[in-house]
């Protein structure tokens, strides 16, 4: 097994996203996901309603700069489909920790979904592993939840990947849809017929009209434009979101160039 490991290494060379050689991830790389969660939508503009409702609570496992970008961009955009072991674990605890704040019942784990040019570019999409990895963590805290991909991004929407806070929002605005799928999930009426929760006909726990509750799950918070756009859409379809989870949260502008002159 050795042997074959170090043939594998000479024909398809391995190394950290900070550079490091020989390594999936180094220790160092790891250590900056390994501490606790912190909430961050107060940095993100664009979850602020501006009905007087808070903004939607949103829990980060790490600030998206240094080494935390380096992997998360090399994660999505470089193949480096090896990485999941480390950022699902990072976001396991985070929703295990996180868990505590949340009401009872059960809940639907919900990831963002990706425009159809970046899974095709992807060839997968990378948060829906993230949504089983939180759905995994809320469950070892003693939550009910699974994940389940009732969001989906149809037509020609680009990427958010270099847009700013207002054309983050035009670019949503009109993008992010329920599947049909979870049109029926989510309806109260559909519900009704089936008796229960959805996945569970007959369910016991919850009148068959309560809104199904739903935590989303995202790779970056950045203005909080594709988390406003999801809750939008989620709540205009029946269902109560009660919050989101995300790898990592830009600084605000302010901390991120403070930063900056302090490296």
Do not use: F
């Amino acid at each position: 097994m050795n042997a074959l490991r170090e043939l594998s290494r000479l024909l398809l060379p391995v190394a950290c996203p900070c550079g490091l050689p020989d390594v999936p991830w180094c220790a160092a790389c790891a250590a900056v996901l390994a501490g606790p969660p912190v909430r961050v939508e107060d940095a993100a503009p664009r979850l602020d309603r501006l009905d007087g409702v808070a903004p939607l609570p949103v829990w980060a496992q790490a600030r998206y700069a240094g080494p935390v970008r380096d992997v998360v961009v090399h994660w999505k955009d470089r193949g480096r489909a090896d990485l999941d072991g480390l950022l699902g674990r990072a976001i396991r605890r985070t929703a295990a920790a996180s868990a505590a704040a949340l009401p009872g019942g059960r809940l639907l784990v919900v990831p963002v979904p990706s425009s159809g040019a970046a899974r095709r570019s992807r060839g997968r999409e990378p948060v829906r592993v993230l949504a089983r990895e939180v759905a995994a963590g809320l469950r070892s805290a003693g939550a009910d939840a699974r994940p389940v991909a009732l969001l989906h991004r149809p037509g020609r929407a680009r990427d958010q990947v270099g847009l700013g806070t207002r054309a983050r929002g035009r670019n949503l605005a009109a993008a992010v849809r329920v599947t049909r799928r979870g049109r029926g999930l989510l309806d109260p009426a559909s519900r009704a017929v089936r008796g229960g929760v959805p996945g569970r006909p007959g369910a016991p726990g919850r009148a068959s009209g309560a809104p199904v509750q739903c935590l989303l799950v995202d790779d970056v918070l950045t203005t909080g434009a594709t988390l406003a756009a999801a809750e939008r859409v989620l709540e205009q379809a029946g269902a109560a979101v009660l919050g989101a989870i995300v790898l990592a949260a830009t600084p605000p502008p302010g901390r991120a160039s403070r930063e900056g002159r302090t490296r």
